[in-house]
């Protein structure tokens, strides 16, 4: 399985036996990261800078997002689940889970996040609404995110979601000076109010279907969502197997990368991908037949003749 990369100027971290190097995607390492420069702390020119993101920029491409993490009780089975069916994805970070003593095991989980090839981005400290916020509040729930994240990511961080999507002019402006790429979604599972697991399983399914992809909004801190993640991601394989076996192209799950922007000259440009982002794409597309032969038969329906 190829976890793969993302970033320029990525480095490896450590992998399981026999298998390749997982890259993550990172500006510098925390010996070159001035903790005291907070613009330092967001200069990430792989992700940060960019237009802001919607997640209709791409079809044919999904990407998974999960919010307001980590959680000990929730986050290892998305991670697993993820990991199981080889597909990226970005943790949005709610700081306080990752501060002072009772922090200690949500640390430990964004570096397995970190050392697992996923993005991570900052969601604020507290997950406050910020649609009004002024300079004070987004000192308090971005810069001071931001130090936090990037201390413990021991990379810059270049990836802001605001909660519930909700940011001020100014606080647009504010991201804007930091250098701090906003990324929306436009797939919103409402998973946080969701009470019936398999309904909400078909539920995400068949919205990234009738989207052709998009940016997937989820929250790994909900235990409903730790159970369904890894049907979600069964089913995504399911219907990639039956659209190559229709001679149909894939749903590719790709990382955030493919979704940024930059403006050039008055118009909306696709940001150049790493090398190391497109193999890791090539990777997944490479080993979905095999993967897809390796799957079960699906079921045929039941006839009503059958039944009588």
Same mark, same amino acid.
């Not at 936090?148 to 519930?164: Q, W």
């Given at each position: ?10 480095? #490896? ?26 613009? #330092? ?8 800078? #960019? ?5 209709? !920029? ?15 009780? =929730? =986050?290892? %089975? ?25 922090? !200690? ?31 004070? &509040? ?86 409903? =969502? ?10 995504? !394989?399911? !219907? ?23 403006? *050039? ?16 794409? #090539?990777?997944?597309?490479? %080993? ?15 006839? &009503?003749?059958?039944? *009588?």
């Amino acid at each position: 399985m190829l976890l793969a990369a993302l970033a320029s100027t990525a480095h #490896a971290e450590p992998a399981a036996p026999d298998a390749p190097p997982k890259v993550v995607a990172a500006a510098s390492e925390s010996a070159g990261l001035d903790v005291k420069n907070l613009h #330092a702390m967001t200069d990430d020119p792989v992700l940060g800078k #960019a237009s802001r993101i919607e997640g209709d !920029e791409r079809k044919g491409l999904v990407a998974f997002t999960f919010d307001d993490g980590p959680n000990p009780e =929730t =986050t290892p %089975a998305v991670i697993a689940a993820l990991e199981k069916y080889d597909i990226p994805a970005t943790f949005f970070i709610v700081t306080q889970r990752i501060a002072g003593k009772h922090g !200690e095991k949500g640390r430990e989980l964004l570096q397995r996040e970190l050392g697992g090839g996923f993005l991570v981005g900052s969601h604020s400290v507290t997950h406050v609404n910020l649609k009004h916020a002024s300079g004070d &509040q987004l000192a308090r729930e971005v810069d001071a995110s931001i130090r936090t994240l990037a201390a413990e990511a021991h990379r810059p961080i270049g990836m802001f979601r605001p909660p519930y999507g909700a940011l001020s002019p100014a606080g647009r402006v504010w991201l804007k000076k930091l250098g701090l790429t906003e990324v929306l979604w436009s797939v919103d599972t409402l998973d946080w109010k969701a009470h019936d697991a398999e309904r909400l399983r078909r539920k995400v399914i068949s919205m990234i279907k009738q989207d052709d992809g998009g940016v997937v909004l989820m929250h790994d801190v909900k235990p409903i =969502t730790a159970r369904i993640i890894a049907g979600v991601l069964d089913d995504l !394989e399911a !219907e990639n197997c039956a659209r190559l076996a229709t001679h149909r192209e894939p749903i590719l799950p790709v990382s955030l990368h493919y979704f940024l922007r930059d403006l *050039r000259d008055g118009k909306q440009a696709p940001r150049e991908l790493p090398a190391a982002v497109q193999q890791r794409t #090539a990777a997944y597309k490479a %080993a979905l037949p095999e993967r897809c032969a390796r799957r079960p038969p699906a079921a045929e329906p039941v006839s &009503q003749h059958a039944t *009588r």
